[in-house]
């Protein structure tokens, strides 16, 4: 009902952040890969994004586990060195261990499908965590609030951009932040 409402684009965006999920091996669509898909489909790209140094910091706190820095310097006046934890944690587990997707479960179905060397079948729903969810409901809301027609990729990085934590951050740190965004969105 929802998604009847997106523009072309942001249908898109959250098809693309399906297909960033699935090249990452991932078994939920989260908001950094809408981030990602965002900025593949140039969404960034007329505020001056640096595409690279924007990916590299966020994959930066992806292996932090996805503590915002917030969190890291809240942990640094209690005495906890975040970096030194992830290392410790990389040494014994490999290197980005934080950020690996978690394990998929295998039942009974999928041995016998091995054990037949039968293919298994193409997954064709990626469930959306709990924050990519809210994230859609968020844009719906901008959209309505400022009364636009529909909800589009600036729409979906306005609601990337309420919501706490490292992809907020992230962005924020690259100079955008709602302001910057609903400047764009007005011109």
């Known amino acids: 009902m929802m998604f009847e409402r997106f523009t072309r684009d942001a249908r898109d965006a959250v098809a693309g952040a399906v297909a960033q999920a699935v090249a990452a091996g991932s078994e939920t669509v989260t908001e950094e890969h809408l981030l ?4 593949d489909r140039g969404a960034l790209d007329a505020l001056g994004v640096d595409r690279p140094a924007l990916t590299a910091d966020l994959e930066a706190s992806r292996r932090r586990g996805g ?6 310097e809240a942990l640094a006046g209690l005495g906890i060195d975040l970096s030194e934890i992830v290392s410790r944690i990389e040494e014994t587990h490999g290197e980005g261990a934080l950020s690996a997707p978690a394990p998929r479960r295998r039942g ?13 079948p193409k997954r064709r729903h990626f469930p959306f965590t ?10 719906l809301r901008i959209t ?3 009364k636009d027609p ?3 990729t600036p729409h979906l990085l306005l609601a990337l951009l ?3 934590g ?3 951050e992230v962005l924020a740190d690259h100079g955008v932040t709602y302001a910057t965004v609903e400047t764009a969105l007005a011109a």
């Open 36 to 39: 990602l898909s965002l900025l």
């Open 67 to 72: 503590i915002s820095k917030a969190d890291e």
């Open 108 to 120: 009974l179905g999928a041995s016998l499908r091995e054990a037949l060397g039968r293919p298994e």
């Open 130 to 139: 709990q924050g990519a969810r809210k994230t859609l409901e968020q844009a």
């Open 144 to 146: 309505l609030g400022r």
């Open 150 to 152: 529909s909800i589009g």
């Open 162 to 164: 309420t919501r706490p």
């Open 166 to 168: 490292t992809v907020s």
